[in-house]
């Protein structure tokens, strides 16, 4: 069970402040919980000038500090300070994966992109796909697969599937909450051709999940509401965010939730390219 981590607003976000939330998500554990959220990996996809990028880390050693180690790679890798499309993971994998945490292969987000261009699906999940080898398909490349292919990268695959046979965008949500089995918080970013969609589904229970919105179609959402708090109190109140849903850890709640952000992400290349915007 994981924790995800997700920013979609026409202002920027500091990396930084990425970072430090995923490094609070990692180590939450409640009280009743027998683990922490996350430990075992870590990840982070942004989106810039219409393109993913993605960075991810296995645990490196038994006392590695995943969220550290991804934010080493940060600083290698990318120039890019800030972003205003973003999907976080930290890692605690199943018992049954628990010999793949050493290879970031088998860390999240997770890309599927193998039937068309015109298709590309980021995918973010918490939670156990109980009935996940019966949607493993031949004509896909599963990263994890060297490793015992996880569960959770089925998702992107499954719904790159779907939209390939035709299923609406609409629709998909609840199709994946007829179809799915266990327990699951999964985040997705969508592109099918120019289109970009963001949908979250939740089903059963989960290590949690709160969303927030505000009238701007802007969304926030985050395993727990803590590391968020303690990093953005001041612009979720500036930027009039609602906290439109709670489901805590345990909670047993089915949702679907879609939302089009194609307009919001050229509103986000047109600030880029006219003027600076303040950062969150």
């Known amino acids: 069970m994981c924790g995800i981590f997700g920013y979609i607003c026409k202002t920027p976000l500091d990396i930084k402040k990425?970072?430090?939330?995923?490094?609070?998500?990692?180590?939450?554990?409640?009280?009743?919980?027998?683990?922490?959220?996350?430990g075992h990996g870590a990840g982070i996809l942004i989106i810039t000038n219409g393109k993913f990028k993605l960075l991810k880390t296995g645990r490196e050693s038994e006392n590695s500090d995943?969220?550290?180690?991804?934010?080493?790679?940060?600083?290698?890798?990318?120039?890019?300070?800030?972003?205003?499309?973003?999907?976080?993971?930290?890692?605690?994998?199943?018992?049954?994966?628990?010999?793949?945490?050493?290879?970031?292969?088998?860390?999240?987000?997770?890309?599927?992109?193998?039937?068309?261009?015109?298709?590309?699906?980021?995918?973010?999940h918490n939670g156990r796909l109980n009935n996940y080898k019966k949607f493993i398909n031949a004509?896909?490349?599963?990263?994890?697969?060297?490793?015992?292919?996880?569960?959770?990268?089925?998702?992107?695959h499954l719904l790159e599937d779907m939209i390939s046979k035709g299923v609406p965008v609409k629709k998909i949500g609840e199709?994946?909450?007829?179809?799915?089995?266990?327990?699951?918080?999964?985040?997705?970013?969508?592109?099918?051709?120019?289109?970009?969609?963001?949908?979250?589904?939740h089903k059963n229970t989960s290590r949690g999940l709160v969303i927030w919105q505000n009238h701007n179609n802007e969304i926030l959402f985050c395993s727990r509401e803590l590391p968020v708090m303690n990093n953005l109190t001041e612009?979720?109140?500036?930027?009039?965010?609602?906290?439109?849903?709670?489901?805590?850890?345990?909670?047993?709640?089915?949702?679907?939730?879609?939302?089009n952000i194609t307009g919001l992400i050229k509103q986000i290349g047109k600030l880029s390219t006219n003027g600076v915007v303040r950062s969150a």
């Open 66 to 124: 995943t969220v550290e180690q991804l934010s080493q790679l940060i600083e290698k890798h990318w120039e890019i300070k800030e972003c205003n499309i973003i999907l976080g993971h930290v890692r605690r994998a199943s018992p049954m994966f628990i010999d793949t945490v050493n290879f970031s292969e088998c860390t999240q987000p997770y890309i599927a992109s193998c039937l068309t261009s015109d298709i590309e699906v980021v995918c973010s």
């Open 18 to 38: 990425v970072v430090n939330i995923l490094s609070s998500l990692e180590v939450q554990q409640l009280p009743d919980e027998k683990t922490p959220v996350g």
């Open 235 to 259: 612009f979720i109140q500036r930027k009039h965010f609602i906290k439109s849903y709670e489901i805590l850890y345990n909670q047993e709640c089915n949702l679907h939730l879609l939302r």
């Open 175 to 201: 199709k994946l909450l007829d179809i799915i089995e266990g327990k699951n918080a999964v985040s997705f970013i969508l592109r099918i051709k120019k289109e970009y969609y963001l949908l979250i589904v």
């Open 139 to 156: 004509n896909h490349h599963y990263q994890s697969e060297p490793y015992g292919i996880i569960d959770s990268e089925i998702y992107p």
